[in-house]
């Protein structure tokens, strides 16, 4: 099933976002803890959210700027 690229990249920015703020708010928290955290949030699989961080968090530029090109 194809998704929209778009939501995809959306969806994985706020889990880098997400995993961010559970380390930063829980320092001692061991990793598995902060991605069962960050799973229970997104509705997703702890593997899923694992997968997740190891590809580089991109920010997309907004569609009225990529207009401008």
Do not use: C, G, S
């Amino acid at each position: 099933m194809a998704r929209n690229k778009q939501l995809l990249q959306r969806r994985n920015a706020k889990v880098h976002e997400l995993f961010r703020h559970y380390r930063k708010k829980n320092p001692k928290w061991q990793l598995v803890f902060v991605i069962e955290a960050v799973a229970n949030d997104m509705y997703l699989t702890p593997l899923r959210i694992q997968r997740i961080l190891k590809e580089p968090a991109t920010v997309e530029a907004p569609a009225n700027q990529m207009a401008m090109f």
